[in-house]
Each structure stands twice: as C-alpha cells, then as structure tokens.
C-alpha cells in the first residue's frame, strides 16, 4: 500500500516512464527523465499526443493525502485485503498494456473526462474530484454520419427509405466535415446510408476518417465487400454492424466473415423483422460464435412507416429465455453481448430494471453524447430519425456543428 507522497510520486512515474518509451519510442533514460507520474496515460483524442491535461489531474489526484494505491499478491493473485473498504477508483482499464489503445477528452462544463478505447468502442466517464452531474458533452463523441442515400436492397424496415435512385453525398463536403469533427474532437463516426459500400470514395472516406484521428465505424449487408477489401479495411475500422433478419443471413454472414483477422463484427438486426424463434435462433448463433448484436427498434417513419411484414416479437419473452442464463434465477447472462439503439433502451427500461442492468451501461435520448449528420441533404439533426433537422454548410461547419449540437 502506498499512501506517502513520496511513494506515490514514485510508482506513478514508473509507469509513465514506461508509457513514454511504448508511445515515442524513448530509450530507458529518456523517458525516466520525462517521467512525471501518471498510471497509463492514455494518448489525445487525435491518437498522436499524449494528453498533458490528464497527466496533470492524475498526479493531483493520486497526491490527495486521502488517496491511496493498493497493489495485491503476485504470488496468489489475490487483491489487497484493504480494497472493498471505501471509494475505490478502478485503475486497471488504464494499465500500461492499454495506453495505446485510449483517447482522452475532457468536458470543461461538465468536468469530467470521457476516455475511448478504440479497439472495442467502450467509453468511460469520470471525474478526478469524485462525483459528478453527466447531462451532456460539449461536443458529440460519436456522429451517425449518412454519406448516400442510394441502396438496391429494398427492406420494408428502412426508415430512411434509402432507393436505388438514391444520391451519394459529395466528397468534399465529406471531408470537410469529417475535419471539423476532428477539430471538436469527435471519437468516432459510424458510417452508414444506404448501403455505405457503394459510395464510389468509400475506401478514401475510410482514410480521411484515420487520417483525422477519427475512428470510423460502417453498417453494410454488402458481406462481398467487406471480403474483398480487407486488406485496406483491416486494421482502421472499428466494428462493422452487419445487418440480418432471418437465421440463413445471419449464419451466411458469420461463416463469410469469421475467417478476416482483426474484424470487429456485430450482427444489426431490426427487431420485428423476423419471427421471434428466429431471433432467438440467431442470439444462439451468435452466442456460439462469440459475436455480439446491435438490437434496433422499428422505426414507424420511411418504409417503415406502414409496418408492412412487421413480425410481432415480445423481445423481453426471447431475452428472459433461459437458454441465455446461467441458472433459473436468472443471475447471470451467458447469451451473446447485446446492445439496444436508444428508442429499443427505452422501450425496454421496465425489463432492464428488472434485470438490474444499471442505467449507466444505456442511454434513452439521443443527443446527450452523439447527433447525426447527413451529407446528402446536408443537414444536421438529433438522431437519424428525428423530425427537425438543421441545415449545414461545409464551409462554416465546425462552429455550427458544435453551437447546434448544443441546443440539442
């Protein structure tokens, strides 16, 4: 147990000795030199600096006298004896292994910082000085980016009733507004349409994303697409959600694409598009090949407006299934990792409550911490489904992405 200023001192700069040399490549002296004590700096939000502002709350923090560092037994593995008493700051999402890994933003208004772990999308936030009222970011973290409108799939479920007629948005307005998401420091795009693929600058779409620091994230059914162009895909997106609707997609899809290393799958899947044994069939399939699901709620807007085809599926009868649980008490969830848009997060609260699924693993409104940008129509709005949408102008859209988002 450290609880010493001195001791403290020293175990936090050990370990930013050892994030110096992995991120800069520094020489043993170097970055002992240039040590000054922090535990897994993670790097800036554009994944090339380290972020000073972290370093410094970090050292303050740990310098508390009323803070103090429990190790554990390296022998038996077993924590500190000490660590169920009090507040405990969980400090192993940001160990060493990981520091590449992170990107950091800190929200001034809110004060309270947001760390993103590009490898698997998780977010976490917190604060330095203990709790804190998270209502809404200053700038979005994430954007639903809509980059064309064209698409010759047809499902009755597209609220976006994307046509084969359907226009791609221009490229320069693209990659202007993909620079002013950078510069409000935006985490992440997800990329989506339409079919995404067919836009004729997809892959450059992809490079400009990385090139801005922005991890890009893209929905598609277009499995050929994926497979053909893995060599330039694979190792800068993010997840790629797939979309299926019945059991033979769903296992098409995951046989076509298990053998890509690095690829980051989820199966997307609109719940009410299929029967509700065949969603249970596909959570099993899923739940086997240890991938997750992205469970979205019909939008009655678009084509599917009509509901036309729409099955009638009690989602939380599937869920409370216990093929999914660990025992009858239904204790612990052992079917795929799932994840619900928030419109479904919403509609299921009773059952998550029930659960005892905490509410800070979801979120029930849009436009707290994401919004959506079209660059076909060229506009902006809450979600991708709202009913008031701004009008955007490429050339003046960093400060009016930000100044909207902030009404929102």
């Known amino acids: 147990m450290l609880a010493s200023k001195e001791a403290k001192l020293a175990y936090v700069g050990q370990q930013v000795k050892y994030n110096f040399q992995s991120i800069y490549g520094l020489s043993k002296k170097e970055a002992a030199i240039l040590a000054t004590g922090v535990v897994g700096v993670p790097k800036f939000w554009d994944g090339v600096n380290l972020d000073y502002k972290f370093i410094d709350h970090l050292i303050q923090w740990a310098l508390n006298p009323q803070i103090a560092i429990l190790g554990g037994s390296d022998n038996d593995r077993k924590p500190h004896p000490l660590l169920h008493h009090g507040e405990v700051f969980p400090l192993s999402f940001l160990k060493n292994r990981n520091c590449k890994s992170l990107r950091s933003r800190y929200d001034d208004s809110g004060n309270f910082w947001t760390l993103f772990n590009i490898n698997n999308g998780t977010k976490i936030r917190f604060s330095f000085q203990g709790e804190f009222k998270e209502t809404k970011s200053e700038a979005p973290e994430l954007v639903d980016l809509k980059i064309t409108n064209y698409c010759t799939m ?10 084969s007629s359907g226009k791609h948005g221009e490229i320069g307005n693209i990659n202007t507004i993909i620079s002013s998401l950078s510069e409000l420091g935006v985490f992440e795009v997800a ?12 892959l450059e779409i992809i490079e400009t994303c990385v090139h801005h620091g922005i991890v890009p994230n893209f929905s598609t059914r277009n499995t050929k697409y994926i497979v053909d162009n893995w060599d330039r895909l694979g190792g800068k997106v993010g997840a790629i959600g797939v979309s299926v609707d019945n059991p033979h997609k769903a296992f098409r899809v995951i046989s076509t694409l298990q053998q890509l290393k690095g690829l980051n799958l989820t199966l997307q899947l609109v719940v009410g598009s299929c029967s509700e044994t065949e969603l249970r069939d596909i959570l099993i399939m899923c739940k086997s090949a240890k991938i997750g699901v992205l469970l979205l709620a019909w939008k009655a807007i678009g084509r599917g407006k009509g509901c036309k085809g729409r099955e009638s599926v009690d989602l939380g009868k599937v869920l409370s299934d216990k093929t999914f649980w660990h025992s009858h008490d239904k204790k612990w969830w052992e079917g795929p990792s799932i994840s619900f848009d928030t419109v479904l997060a919403d509609q299921m609260q009773d059952w998550l409550k029930t659960h005892k699924i905490s509410q800070k693993l979801y979120e029930t409104e849009e436009g707290k911490h994401s919004m959506y940008i079209d660059c076909v129509e060229m506009k902006m709005g809450r979600s991708s489904f709202c009913s008031e949408f701004e009008p955007i102008v490429a050339y003046d859209s960093a400060e009016k992405i930000k100044a909207y988002f902030s009404t929102l």
Do not use: A, I
């Open 154 to 163: 047809g499902c009755n479920y597209c609220y976006q009733n994307s046509l």
């Open 191 to 202: 990329l989506g349409g339409g079919e995404p693929t067919d836009h004729p600058y997809f």
